[in-house]
């Protein structure tokens, strides 16, 4: 299966899975996230997402993605860019990976870290 990335509003795109940019406590956020949580149906969501909360920041969980056209959502908590220098490349690499292998998880493959090459 081809990896692609589009640009597009991802509230309805037809896709297997969308990545949301979440708090660690997964709650309803502004912009992109609050967006997600309306067109998948707020309460079904957040109920899903209090059952996975809190995650720390650099994981990343799924849910269904409810009432959206794509079947999933992945929710990654990135840090907070403070000035480069309290590890966010690093967290931030780490949530990109735990996305990632999210995806490969849930589609029969098993990635770690290693597996996956970001550059």
């Known amino acids: 299966m081809p990896f692609e990335i589009t640009r597009n509003d991802i509230t309805k795109m037809r896709v ?5 940019a979440a708090n660690t406590a997964l709650q309803i956020g502004g912009g992109v996230c609050g967006a997600i949580f309306s067109a998948a149906g707020t309460e079904k969501l957040q109920a899903a997402c209090n059952q996975l909360a809190p995650i720390k920041t650099g ?3 799924i849910t269904p993605g409810f009432d959206l056209p794509a079947k999933y ?4 908590a990135g840090p907070v860019y403070r000035d480069g220098r309290q590890g966010e490349e690093a967290l ?3 949530c990109c990976t ?4 999210l995806c490969l998880t849930k589609y029969g493959f098993v990635a770690g870290e290693k597996d996956i090459k970001l550059s």
Do not use: F, P
């Not at 297997?16 to 949301?20: E, L």
């Open 59 to 61: 994981e990343a969980v």
């Open 92 to 94: 931030h690499r780490l």
């Open 98 to 101: 735990n996305a990632l292998g």
């Open 16 to 20: 297997d899975a969308i990545v949301n």
């Open 73 to 76: 959502i992945i929710h990654a």
